[in-house]
């Protein structure tokens, strides 16, 4: 069940969020033996919380949307009192002392979270297989990767562990493993949603989101984060807008954009005719249908790259075995850091680091970094252009459904390839929703994604919503995900 449907059940008084919450664990802890979302639990806060719920709910108290129904929290958020490992060795028994703003608003609404789940190591990566301390599957098929780096998350709601989860994307890490596991991910505007207590990755392209269920349970869930906040200075001031109001199913008058770009040489055939298949829907639904051109894409994928590890090389200087995290003995202070850094960090963590320094440094800065700030100027721009035509862009999550573990893996090409048709969103700042829309030839969910211009949310969701309700057949539950209440 949705957030929405268990929420009218406990107002009802249907069920209770206590006999909710443990069945949800007992769900969790049937499947996890598969899927290995989780690298930690908090079951005994969880239950507490869900009995606080329901001591609201007999004295007769309202309720918000999301009181008592189970979640799941990304490891590179913050939760007081609770690890904080970012998948990584470097962070292994780091608990935080303070609460990331999302969490903040999430408690002042009785959430209830069931642990954290697992990423690739400091969100660095397509896959999750880049974890340092668990290795998650894919709910569908086990032998196929979640995607990432927010696969824990992906893998937990699609899989029943979690009837939502909160994840992060700084180029495609909520979209990405949201369609290779068949659920709703949404990456809200940069500034929409505080980074405040999130551990940075690239600071200027990192944002929190939800996944969930459906496209109303996305909605639901940014409702609950979304909002200025003093604690990020890049935290867009003023009011929000109740974003479930725009689940509307109708899109006659809007005109959805589809850049050509996105659908070159590289796009696999199952996942063109998804494609095309989702188009038609929308025309058929009266949507005006528009080509349009986005010619810097082709220079999205090398942008994102050097800016974002340039960031990373930054963000991941303050791990040096001196304030908090590991620390490797040695005899001097160079010799400690240099040990602690090579062992606490992975090899894809490690490489970024390395790349990142490299465009950073004197010789560098103005052939790479330079440059690519330029590109994402320019990228920013094409989008702005394009939205003066349409209301919203559709375009594939990936050019490839879910692959294999260990196909990818060596190839660290390859595996950035698969992050082509969602850089640009985080580059443009804008928002874009990734839903299920149909299957593979061998089974795997395919994702499309609706990108929207700046704090348009609205639309990105109104036009997610009608396809979903045109389109129910995409929404099937995974073979693990159905829990028994």
């Known amino acids: 069940m949705t957030i929405h449907e268990l929420h009218q059940k406990l107002v009802n008084k249907e069920l209770s969020a206590l006999e909710l919450t443990k069945a949800v664990i007992a769900h969790k802890e049937a499947v996890e033996g598969q899927v290995h979302a989780y690298l930690s639990d908090s079951h005994e806060q969880a239950l507490a919380v869900a009995e606080a719920v329901d001591a609201k709910i007999a004295k007769g108290e309202a309720i918000a949307p999301l009181a008592g129904i189970p979640g799941a929290v990304k490891d590179n958020i913050c939760i007081k009192g609770q690890p904080a490992t970012c998948a990584s060795k ?112 690239a600071s200027s392209l990192d944002q929190i989101g939800p996944v969930a269920r459906d496209v109303t349970d996305a909605a639901l869930v940014l409702n609950a984060i979304t909002g200025h906040d003093d604690h990020d200075s890049t935290s867009i001031p003023g009011q929000r807008p109740d974003y479930t109001k725009a689940l509307v199913n109708d899109v006659k008058g809007m005109t959805i954009g589809v850049p050509k770009e996105y659908f070159g040489d590289g796009l696999h055939e199952d996942v063109r005719k998804a494609m095309e298949e989702a188009i038609e829907t929308y025309r058929s639904l009266g949507a005006a249908i528009k080509e349009v051109s986005l010619p810097t894409t082709k220079y999205a994928l090398s942008a994102y790259y050097i800016i974002a590890l340039a960031e990373a090389s930054s963000n991941l200087a303050r791990y040096d075995g001196v304030s908090y995290g590991l620390r490797v003995p040695a005899d001097n202070l160079v010799e400690m850091s240099t040990k602690t850094r090579t062992i606490g960090f992975g090899p894809e963590v490690q490489r970024r680091i390395l790349l990142g320094t490299y465009v950073l440094s004197a010789g560098y800065y103005d052939a790479y970094y330079l440059k690519a700030m330029k590109a994402r100027r320019l990228i920013k721009e094409e989008f702005d252009r394009a939205f003066e035509d349409v209301d919203v862009l559709l375009a594939p999550v990936a050019p490839n459904t879910a692959f294999k573990f260990g196909e990818k893996i060596n190839d660290p090409l390859s595996m950035y390839l698969e992050d082509i048709c969602t850089v640009p969103v985080n580059l443009a700042g804008i928002p874009a929703i990734s839903i299920p829309a149909g299957f593979a030839s061998n089974g795997m969910p395919i994702g499309m994604q609706l990108m929207g211009k700046p704090m348009g949310e609205e639309a990105i969701l109104q036009a997610a919503y009608t396809f979903e309700q045109a389109r129910p057949e995409c929404n099937k539950v995974a073979p693990t995900g159905e829990v028994q209440l």
Do not use: H
């Open 90 to 201: 470097m962070l292994e028994n780091f608990i935080p002392p303070y609460n990331a703003s999302v969490i903040e608003a999430l408690q002042g609404q009785d959430f209830i979270s069931l642990g954290k789940v697992n990423m690739d190591e400091f969100a660095m990566g397509g896959s999750t297989e880049n974890s340092a301390l668990a290795k998650t599957t894919n709910p569908w098929n086990a032998d196929y990767v979640p995607g990432g780096s927010s696969g824990g998350s992906a893998a937990a709601v699609s899989s029943g562990s979690a009837i939502w989860a909160l994840g992060s994307d700084t180029g495609g890490s909520i979209r990405q493993p949201s369609s290779y596991c068949g659920v709703v991910g949404l990456k809200p505007t940069y500034g929409n949603v505080s980074r405040y207590g999130l551990i940075a990755f």
